[in-house]
């Protein structure tokens, strides 16, 4: 006999369509917290400060539900939108001013993040997390001193024996790319433990070998623009920092809007970190050396471009290769992208934008992508910007053509694929009236050329007689020559080839 009642079925059915509802539901709020999260910051009706608010009252009413996942959530934005980084830094102070046991279990995590980059060798997501990590302090989340005994253990790596020198200028420059985001702060609450660091790190650079220096250079002389070491170029950039009391005017700071509630808030400290030791597989950054093209005298009008060493030309040129790195699968949105940057108003932006895609095109020994990835973005811009950008880009295409008797010889190529392609990508014009002294150079002479090498590309992007048609006749000695096809068999002595194969 059958003892089940009869609605039993149905209640086992009930039970397991309300777990399916309520997963449902907690996969909507999951998402609409990463939404709300990862649009944080982008423009909107309302300011920031308020944003930022009423954003923080929103996770903490979900953080007994959704901890794990708003830990998760705001760490990868810190690590994959570095340009926001003091905008989640401000969230997670505000946070931690309202819940002081999820501020600690943040900075948890974050190291525990931190760690992992550092063992997997992701090193510009360790960059930003310590990056993270320091803004924090502006935050009043962690200790000042605390943050300066983990910036002197990375540091103490740069003195490690028997390790490869990228692995010790990694941790250099790790530590000086953070210091325009804190170094504010640590010089007002620690500013001899600051000076110490900063001599332990000059100490560092003075010894350091650079003969690889030479072989990294765009160009093999130093006017009018001097080549620096791009480790050598950020030292001195936050020693100018330093004698302007570590006052920049780049980095939004969101965060000395809520002074008032951060500063009442409790502090964590770090616990000890101690970086994986090299291991003989592991691979770090290359050096390179910092391009330099234009100065202030390049761009008349308009905004002032910051100085070779301003901390500002540092902050603008990293922000602009992130949006490349993010971006550059996709020409279009890349370009609208660095279009859209968030400062456009209070520099050239043209400027910084064609030199930045020139020092990734010239970088040595090979560019980060493809050439044709950079030569496609260029050309979105001009389509995007054509009031400025080609005008922009002509003057660039200029400067290096008269500098192009010191041009390293794999630059000199990639000069030559990019300028070929951007003409035959706009009807081949082209002042070439301004080259017609040329002519009168020997052949072999690096402007001749290259204007005789351009012209044979151009020829295989389009036809001889266009390419004959578009060159005043000064120059008509670089067009190459008409190519012909050629027939075995009509050539003299044909006749007498044929003859000898039949009698094979």
């Not at 009930?14 to 999951?30: A, G």
């Not at 332990?200 to 350091?208: A, G, M, P, Q």
């Not at 001195?236 to 002074?259: G, V």
């Amino acid at each position: 006999m059958n003892r089940r009642r009869p609605h039993e079925e149905e209640d086992g059915y009930e039970r397991l369509h309300r777990k399916r509802r309520r997963v449902s539901e907690n996969q909507e709020i999951e998402d609409r917290l990463e939404s709300l999260i990862l649009r944080v910051g982008e423009k909107s009706s309302s300011s920031l400060e308020s944003n930022l608010e009423g954003l923080a009252s929103v996770l903490e009413a979900d953080l007994s539900t959704f901890r794990v996942k708003i830990l998760r959530i705001l760490t990868e934005c810190a690590i994959r939108m570095p340009e926001k980084c003091t905008i989640y830094a401000t969230l997670v102070g505000l946070l931690n001013a309202k819940n002081y046991n999820f501020g600690g279990e943040f900075v948890d995590y974050i190291v525990k993040t931190f760690k992992e980059n550092l063992k997997c060798g992701k090193w510009n997501a360790a960059r930003y997390c310590l990056r993270f990590i320091s803004d924090l302090v502006n935050c009043h989340v962690l200790a000042a001193s605390s943050l300066l005994t983990l910036l002197e253990t990375l540091v103490d790596c740069a003195n490690e024996d028997s390790v490869p020198q990228v692995r010790r200028d990694w941790f250099v420059f790790a530590v000086l790319a953070t210091l325009p985001w804190v170094g504010r702060e640590l010089y007002e609450k620690k500013e001899s433990q600051l000076d110490h660091l900063l001599v332990t790190i000059e100490v560092f650079l003075n010894k350091r070998s650079k003969k690889h220096w030479p072989a990294l250079k765009v160009w093999s002389v130093d006017t009018p623009h001097l080549q620096e070491e791009y480790l050598e170029c950020l030292w001195s950039q936050i020693k100018k920092l330093r004698q302007d009391n570590w006052s920049e005017k780049h980095i939004p700071r969101p965060y000395l809007a809520f002074d008032s509630i951060l500063c009442e808030a409790l502090q964590h400290t770090l616990p000890a970190i101690q970086p994986p030791p090299h291991n003989d597989g592991d691979t770090y950054p290359m050096p390179r050396v910092v391009f330099r093209m234009f100065d202030y005298t390049d761009c008349p009008d308009g905004p002032v471009l910051p100085g070779a060493h301003s901390i500002e030309r540092f902050l603008i040129e990293e922000h602009l290769h992130n949006i490349i790195e993010a971006y550059h699968l996709e020409r279009k949105e890349c370009a609208a992208q660095l279009l859209c940057f968030p400062y456009k108003n209070k520099i050239p932006l043209e400027y910084c934008i064609v030199e930045v895609i020139f020092a990734e095109l010239f970088n040595l020994p090979r560019p980060r992508y493809l050439e044709i990835c950079y030569g496609s973005i260029l050309i979105e811009l001009c389509k995007l910007q054509p009031a400025t950008m080609p005008q922009v880009l002509a003057q660039a295409t200029e400067i290096l053509f008269m500098r192009i008797d010191s041009m390293n010889v794999a630059c000199f190529d990639r000069l030559v694929n990019w300028f070929s392609y951007h003409l035959s990508n706009f009807q081949y014009r082209w002042s070439w009236e301004d080259w017609e002294g040329c002519a009168q150079l020997d052949l072999d002479h690096p402007k001749p050329r290259f204007i005789r090498e351009v012209l044979s590309k151009c020829q295989r992007l389009s036809y001889h007689q266009r390419i004959k048609d578009m060159v005043p006749e000064t120059l008509a000695a670089f067009v190459p020559l008409k190519p012909e096809p050629i027939y075995k068999y009509s050539m003299e002595g044909a006749g007498e080839i044929k003859w000898l194969l039949q009698l094979k």
